[in-house]
């Protein structure tokens, strides 16, 4: 620039001063810049086109910071792997830049988040509006990391660190979502008291939706817990699985066509031809195998719908039966292993308190399946385990079999009384206008149309299930303790970057994310980064 862009008089140089600067089209180099002064009205203009390549104060290129911050929260890649791909396209950079890069990219997408509020607002409201899914995630002692989705454009819309799930610390981080982006058409959230406590606060009168999955499971805990608590302990004390691997080494590994043989003998039930092709010691060890084998039964939804010590205690009942019922192939020397394993499951079995706490947890565990049946969601033939949203869209025909299965327990005399069924009815009616919530009715600019708030939360779990995935192959540990107590607050806002709507809005007529980042002022960023520094729970050099 030759003239002042004030006065239009002629620019003198000021100074030059060089700088050091590393990016992916051209690795290091030296950038000298020629500053202008205006000896009028003493303006000072320096290289715009300097300020597109990198942030103040920064050797490192706009590209090479998008790069670096895609590759560890999209692709969730290690930094000594990063390094080494850098290093390849003639950039060096040591693991210590790469976290410290890392960090910067989440302050400049948060920036550029925070300035496409009013824009994301808009889009949501030619939506019609937005269904507001809050969920917080922690692990051990680290604080817990709480978001605010938009279910409808999949969106996370605000993210915050706090030390527990109570009303007092929920309440300003739901005024802020209300503030910037207007009430929510409805909300789906977990039963936590401090949750509903703040909704009904900030959000009143606004159609409020439990999560079906967290209030089967809710319900699950209370009726089954006591059960299958002694159930645990009373098969560790035996030392159930211990007992059968120690007798696994003596029987050596199974075959293939031992499995197949087990399922003729098992569905023949001990008897007949299955029985004669078999050697004492094979089916020792094929027994020994299906019973440990009790896992690939479950359908990985956790507890209460997974009940993995009463599936490993109906196995034993089973091989206890079997074996009972083959005299003749536990008899002589060849039986013997036979017989160790058959005194090992009369042991377990012929337990009264381990009997009767099965007995109960198979007659409660009947009645819970029936409500996950008429629910529609983690029910015990699916397969979708954690990612089960429910395969009944019709609200009004679950909420009628859910009806059905109210009246059975409470007509039914062998439930009456019993105090919990009286209080799992009791959990049903508390919520019931929370369930079954009817469809909201919105204006957009294509008309009146009707929006069903999903069930589950479901959306939000995934994306912390992902979250917490992509920092376990990252980080190669599987304690997430230590990385939620030092993640930035906003790095949840990583999961737009895959959303095409949202990456139209914060590009804001720019190209690349790297245009985008370059319009934002770098000591705005700095001192994003220094107030989230300070935050940081670190150790003290004392105690160091």
């Given at each position: 620039?030759?003239?002042?862009?004030?006065?239009?008089?002629?620019?003198?140089?000021?100074?030059?001063?060089?700088?050091?600067?590393?990016?992916?089209?051209?690795?290091?180099?030296?950038?000298?810049?020629t500053i202008m002064v205006c000896p009028r009205d003493g303006t000072v203009l320096t290289s715009e086109e300097l300020r597109r390549l990198s942030p103040t104060g920064c050797k490192f290129g706009f590209d090479v910071l998008?790069?670096?911050?895609?590759?560890?929260?999209?692709?969730?890649?290690?930094?000594?792997?990063?390094?080494?791909?850098?290093?390849?396209?003639?950039?060096?950079?040591?693991?210590?830049?790469?976290?410290?890069?890392?960090?910067?990219?989440?302050?400049?997408?948060?920036?550029?988040?925070?300035?496409?509020?009013?824009?994301?607002?808009?889009?949501?409201?030619?939506?019609?509006?937005?269904?507001?899914?809050?969920?917080?995630?922690?692990?051990?002692?680290?604080?817990?990391?709480?978001?605010?989705?938009?279910?409808?454009?999949?969106?996370?819309?605000?993210?915050?660190?706090?030390?527990?799930?109570?009303?007092?610390?929920?309440?300003?981080?739901?005024?802020?979502?209300?503030?910037?982006?207007?009430?929510?058409?409805?909300?789906?959230?977990?039963?936590?008291?401090?949750?509903?406590?703040?909704?009904?606060?900030?959000?009143?009168?606004?159609?409020?939706?439990?999560?079906?999955?967290?209030?089967?499971?809710?319900?699950?805990?209370?009726?089954?817990?006591?059960?299958?608590?002694?159930?645990?302990?009373?098969?560790?004390?035996?030392?159930?699985?211990?007992?059968?691997?120690?007798?696994?080494?003596?029987?050596?590994?199974?075959?293939?066509?031992?499995?197949?043989?087990?399922?003729?003998?098992?569905?023949?039930?001990?008897?007949?031809?299955?029985?004669?092709?078999?050697?004492?010691?094979?089916?020792?060890?094929?027994?020994?195998?299906?019973?440990?084998?009790?896992?690939?039964?479950?359908?990985?939804?956790?507890?209460?719908?997974?009940?993995?010590?009463?599936?490993?205690?109906?196995?034993?009942?089973?091989?206890?039966?079997?074996?009972?019922?083959?005299?003749?192939?536990?008899?002589?020397?060849?039986?013997?292993?036979?017989?160790?394993?058959?005194?090992?499951?009369?042991?377990?079995?012929?337990?009264?308190?381990?009997?009767?706490?099965?007995?109960?947890?198979?007659?409660?565990?009947?009645?819970?399946?029936?409500?996950?049946?008429?629910?529609?969601?983690?029910?015990?033939?699916?397969?979708?385990?954690?990612?089960?949203?429910?395969?009944?869209?019709?609200?009004?025909?679950?909420?009628?079999?859910?009806?059905?299965?109210?009246?059975?327990?409470?007509?039914?005399?062998?439930?009456?009384?019993?105090?919990?069924?009286?209080?799992?009815?009791?959990?049903?009616?508390?919520?019931?206008?929370?369930?079954?919530?009817?469809?909201?009715?919105?204006?957009?600019?294509?008309?009146?149309?009707?929006?069903?708030?999903?069930?589950?939360?479901?959306?939000?779990?995934?994306?912390?299930?992902?979250?917490?995935?992509?920092?376990?192959?990252?980080?190669?540990?599987?304690?997430?303790?230590?990385?939620?107590?030092?993640?930035?607050?906003?790095?949840?806002?990583?999961?737009?970057?895959?959303?095409?709507?949202?990456?139209?809005?914060?590009?804001?007529?720019?190209?690349?994310?790297?245009?985008?980042?370059?319009?934002?002022?770098?000591?705005?960023?700095?001192?994003?980064?220094?107030?989230?520094?300070?935050?940081?729970?670190?150790?003290?050099?004392?105690?160091?």
């Amino acid at each position: 620039t030759d003239h002042c862009p004030v006065c239009g008089g002629m620019l003198h140089a000021l100074k030059t001063r060089c700088k050091g600067l590393v990016t992916l089209a051209i690795g290091l180099f030296k950038a000298r810049e020629t500053i202008m002064v205006c000896p009028r009205d003493g303006t000072v203009l320096t290289s715009e086109e300097l300020r597109r390549l990198s942030p103040t104060g920064c050797k490192f290129g706009f590209d090479v910071l998008v790069s670096v911050g895609q590759a560890l929260f999209v692709r969730n890649r290690g930094v000594k792997e990063i390094v080494q791909d850098l290093s390849e396209k003639n950039v060096t950079i040591s693991e210590r830049e790469v976290a410290y890069l890392g960090r910067k990219f989440i302050i400049y997408l948060s920036l550029a988040h925070l300035d496409s509020q009013s824009r994301l607002k808009s889009a949501m409201k030619r939506r019609g509006g937005y269904i507001l899914h809050i969920d917080g995630t922690c692990e051990g002692g680290s604080p817990i990391l709480f978001a605010g989705l938009d279910e409808l454009s999949g969106v996370v819309l605000e993210s915050v660190k706090m030390p527990s799930e109570h009303t007092d610390t929920l309440i300003p981080f739901l005024t802020g979502i209300r503030d910037r982006y207007g009430v929510p058409l409805g909300l789906v959230h977990d039963m936590g008291r401090g949750i509903l406590a703040a909704v009904a606060v900030v959000f009143p009168g606004v159609a409020d939706y439990i999560c079906h999955f967290h209030f089967l499971r809710d319900i699950g805990k209370d009726l089954l817990e006591k059960e299958y608590t002694d159930l645990r302990n009373g098969l560790k004390k035996h030392r159930v699985r211990v007992l059968l691997r120690q007798k696994l080494k003596a029987a050596g590994q199974k075959s293939e066509g031992d499995t197949v043989k087990l399922g003729s003998l098992l569905d023949d039930g001990g008897s007949g031809a299955p029985l004669a092709e078999w050697v004492p010691m094979e089916l020792c060890r094929t027994l020994i195998h299906w019973i440990l084998d009790y896992p690939s039964q479950l359908a990985g939804y956790g507890f209460p719908f997974d009940r993995p010590h009463h599936v490993l205690y109906q196995r034993l009942e089973i091989a206890c039966r079997l074996l009972k019922g083959m005299p003749k192939m536990i008899e002589g020397r060849a039986g013997r292993p036979l017989r160790g394993l058959l005194r090992l499951l009369e042991t377990v079995t012929g337990d009264g308190k381990l009997k009767r706490a099965a007995k109960e947890l198979s007659k409660k565990a009947e009645v819970f399946d029936a409500l996950r049946q008429a629910l529609s969601i983690a029910r015990p033939e699916g397969g979708q385990g954690l990612n089960d949203e429910g395969d009944e869209p019709d609200l009004k025909t679950i909420e009628q079999k859910v009806k059905a299965f109210r009246k059975r327990v409470v007509e039914e005399k062998q439930f009456t009384g019993n105090r919990a069924y009286v209080k799992m009815i009791g959990q049903i009616d508390k919520y019931w206008t929370k369930l079954f919530a009817d469809p909201l009715i919105v204006k957009t600019p294509d008309g009146t149309k009707l929006i069903q708030p999903q069930r589950t939360n479901n959306v939000l779990e995934r994306f912390f299930r992902d979250l917490k995935r992509g920092n376990r192959h990252r980080e190669g540990t599987a304690s997430l303790s230590k990385t939620l107590r030092y993640i930035l607050k906003e790095t949840p806002l990583v999961k737009n970057l895959g959303n095409e709507d949202y990456m139209r809005i914060i590009l804001d007529g720019c190209s690349t994310l790297e245009d985008r980042f370059a319009t934002i002022d770098s000591k705005r960023a700095t001192e994003a980064l220094r107030k989230s520094q300070e935050n940081a729970d670190r150790v003290s050099q004392k105690m160091k």
